[in-house]
């Protein structure tokens, strides 16, 4: 197999693997990197020539994987675009929010390549779907040539898979994202069982420890203790979220909380737009899909308020009464809505801020869990500057496997040969260490960038 990393950078941004099988041309995802801005948060295409690709493969609808794919596809427009069908749901939602934020940042930050495509690309993706089911192998033919491709449920979002291209009795499983762990609103994902000769894996975690008191639902216990004490004297809670499946999860665990009279039914909770919009998208798929499992209706049982039906609030303004806001982006991420309710928090020590996810130390949330209290935090696109007087904590919810538990389910796979991608030097380092320690005939391959491999 003929393997390159297209991703311009040995970290979570701009994901795409371009992959070679007999005359068989596919790319594996395509993102576009959070950390970087216009063209250089693309993957590096150029490597691909035009009108090669018979595959692009998506694994999941987080913009990291999925965000160059209209631009992608200008280029391939014999190209099948595999998803799974609650992905070609999603997909057309995420890429138009992606395709407003882009637009809004051309005004703003005067970004002159924004928006990188356009709104009627995102209504061609139509005509490049093919739905592929998780568990159902589809063959697929070229001329002479056959290749057998199949989608493992791997949890972390809904509609994420696991991908197993099967050529020549050689099979070649990618892992995308992945969470063996079930969460409140998605099951957990699972890997196949039969043997396979090589492995591209994420290692998201590797730098990162869970201890024995970080066990997820001792985390969830921990966040509604600090949201009932926070409300008791009289302050607000603040939890940045993705509006992509883990804004859904967090309004799951604040229902339960709800119900078991734990939090009161009473208090208002705040959500923002697209977490709004793709409630919407999760109850349709919900009633087609069983591996989700969220139901509108439990905005209406929490009595949600959309924020933009809130009065505006100036920074150091504080709301009327103690409220939660369960509002995007989860990084506090510039002119985002956690970004704007931060500044109106921030400076009363009665409030609370609950990251619930992982924030790039660059962005905003990133500086902020790294300062300490008491010190001052800039809200440069405000201008304002508020002492850190709110609690700001850090729970331990990631929607991406441990690093312990995805290491022994790599190891019991037992491939010949273990591709490292999408994690940070320091986690593929962990992996690398661990893997060439413990299974010392496995061949582990930390693939420079741009360059490529047959493996
Ligand atoms: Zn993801
Ligand atoms: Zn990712």
Redesign the pocket.
């Known amino acids: 197999m003929f393997f390159e990393d297209l991703n311009p950078e040995c970290e979570i941004g701009a994901n795409c693997h371009y992959v070679k099988l007999g005359s068989f041309h596919i790319v594996i995802d395509a993102g576009m990197s959070p950390r970087e801005i216009g063209l250089n948060a693309l993957p590096n295409f150029s490597e691909i020539p035009d009108g090669s690709l018979d595959f692009i493969i998506a694994t999941?609808c987080?913009l990291d994987?999925i965000g160059a794919i209209p631009i992608l596809l200008r280029n391939h427009p014999k190209a099948r675009l595999l998803v799974t069908p609650q992905s070609r749901v999603l997909m057309p939602v995420l890429l138009e929010n992606s395709y407003v934020v882009m637009k809004h940042q051309r005004k703003e930050l005067g970004i002159r390549e924004y928006p990188l495509f356009e709104k009627h690309e995102i209504e061609r993706l139509g005509e490049y779907f093919f739905e592929m089911k998780y568990g159902v192998r589809r063959t697929f033919r070229k001329d002479e040539d056959q290749i057998d491709i199949e989608f493992f449920d791997a949890g972390?979002?809904a509609g994420a898979g696991g991908v197993m291209l099967e050529y020549k009795h050689r099979r070649i499983f990618f892992s995308g994202?992945i969470l063996f762990r079930r969460q409140r609103i998605l099951q957990a994902g699972k890997w196949p069982e039969k043997k396979i000769d090589a492995l591209v894996m994420e290692t998201t975690r590797g730098a990162t420890e869970r201890t024995e008191q970080k066990q997820v639902e001792a985390e969830i216990e921990r966040l509604i203790l600090t949201i009932q004490y926070t409300l008791r004297r009289g302050g607000s809670v603040l939890i940045p979220t993705f509006a992509f499946g883990r804004t859904q999860e967090v309004l799951t665990i604040l229902h339960e909380a709800v119900r078991a009279k734990k939090i009161d039914k009473k208090t208002p909770i705040v959500c923002s737009g697209l977490g709004l919009a793709i409630v919407d998208t999760f109850d349709e798929i919900s009633q087609k899909y069983p591996s989700l499992q969220f139901r509108k209706s439990v905005l209406k049982d929490l009595g949600v308020i959309p924020l933009n039906r809130m009065k505006f609030l100036q920074p150091g303004e504080e709301p009327s009464k103690p409220t939660i806001f369960v509002i995007s982006s989860g990084m506090m991420v510039e002119n985002t809505p956690s970004y704007n309710i931060a500044a109106c928090l921030l400076g009363n020590a009665k409030n609370s801020f609950c990251f619930v996810g992982y924030c790039d130390p660059e962005t905003p949330g990133g500086q902020l869990l790294a300062s300490s209290t008491g010190g001052n935090f800039l809200f440069s696109a405000l201008h304002y500057s508020t002492p850190i007087r709110a609690a700001v904590e850090r729970f331990d919810l990631s929607g991406h496997a441990d690093r312990e538990e995805l290491l022994q389910a790599a190891i019991r796979l037992d491939p010949r040969v273990i591709v490292l991608s999408h994690g940070n030097e320091e986690s593929r380092n962990w992996f690398y260490d661990e893997l060439t320690y413990n299974a010392p005939h496995i061949h582990v391959l930390n693939p420079a960038v741009l360059t490529p491999y047959q493996i």
Do not use: M
Request: cysteine-free.
């Open positions: 999941h987080h994987h972390h979002v994202d």
